[in-house]
């Protein structure tokens, strides 16, 4: 039986985040400014990255339509720069440490001009963190990670600085401080996210991709589907038990000589071995669906149960273990 905040944490693990957002009232009152955040959704006035960017949006105070911006600027141009980036949305990026006030002008529809400040930041980041998408799969500590070559792969990051109280998270998109070590594995510098990089995957090798603002590495391998050589035990999206006709999610990873396989674009088969208690089958496009700047997760499937009793079920990687195929098996219990 799994509760419902062991399947939040196990949502973070397998999922690529989707996205809310900071809100604030302007200084004037006149509008709200507001962009998307994955973080300290509550704090407005996060630092944006010297060298990254942040999409804010405006709109009016009391009914929130969209407000159409004829003008930005900021009080200190050497700290940050502003863009009218179309309709009711300015684009802000960091220049230098310090603190400064956009200011904005604009209409919503039917309504007069009017004009709105915010307070904003930028600041430089002492502190990268990297990771995988799939690390720790289903408490498995695995001491690195694959990906499977000539595919694109999602790497999360975040960005924090050092203040007196300890640390605090820095934001916005496309400034990605990273070098790779290989030239098998190429960032995707059109990929404007602010939660993940987009890599370019060649062929087969290691990979360590290094932080250039605090070291930080994030070691990998760039495998073939060949070397796919089974499955991790699938994790259960069930908040208590599988009844007899309850349908659960499930999600699977491939593995690789222990190594879980991260962003697997491969084709996988589901099948129960016990067809008189449950059905297994892959969920829609295999995959649980696009996420704010990011790709899809796949190996999502469902059981579900027929009659009391023991379910047993395989996973099987038809590219696997050189192509004789890779499969795995496993069970779980459906209720009366």
Not at 118 to 143: E, M, Y
Request: glycine share 10%; charged share 15%; hydrophobic share 40%.
């Amino acid at each position: 039986m799994r509760t419902a905040a062991q399947l939040a944490a196990v949502l973070t693990t397998v999922a690529l985040s989707t996205a809310c957002t900071s809100t604030v009232t302007g200084n004037e009152g006149n509008f709200r400014f507001s962009y998307v955040a994955d973080e300290a959704f509550l704090d407005f006035n996060k630092p944006i990255a010297v060298g990254a960017s942040l999409d804010v949006s405006v709109t009016a105070v009391g009914d929130d339509a969209p407000v159409v911006l004829s003008d930005a600027r900021v009080a200190d141009d050497t700290v940050l720069s502003a863009t009218l980036a179309g309709g009711n949305v300015v684009t802000v990026t960091g220049l230098a440490d310090g603190n400064t006030e956009l200011e904005v002008k604009g209409a919503a529809a039917g309504q007069e001009d009017l004009s709105d400040s915010v307070n904003l930041r930028a600041r430089v980041p002492d502190i990268h963190k990297l990771w995988h998408t799939c690390q720790n799969f289903n408490g498995v500590d695995a001491s690195d990670y694959a990906y499977l070559a000539g595919q694109p792969v999602y790497i999360p990051f975040d960005f924090e600085v050092t203040v007196a109280s300890g640390t605090e998270p820095v934001i916005g998109y496309g400034y990605y401080p990273v070098s790779s070590s290989s030239p098998e594995a190429v960032l995707d510098t059109t990929h404007q996210g602010s939660q993940y990089m987009r890599y370019e995957l060649g062929g087969a090798g290691d990979v360590t991709l290094t932080s250039d603002i605090d070291g930080t590495t994030l070691p990998f391998k760039i495998i073939t589907p060949a070397e796919i050589d089974g499955a991790l035990q699938p994790i259960a999206f069930v908040l208590e038990d599988i009844d007899v006709g309850d349908r659960n999610p499930f999600y699977v990873l491939p593995s690789a000589a222990g190594r879980p396989v991260c962003q697997a674009d491969i084709t996988v088969e589901v099948a129960s071995t016990s067809p008189s208690l449950c059905t297994v089958s892959l969920l829609a496009d295999n995959a649980a669906g696009e996420a704010s700047d990011a790709g899809k997760e796949y190996g999502w499937f469902q059981i579900e149960g027929l009659a009391a009793g023991m379910c047993t079920y395989t996973v099987t990687y038809p590219d696997g273990n050189a192509g004789a195929g890779a499969t795995a098996e496993f069970s779980y219990e459906i209720q009366p």
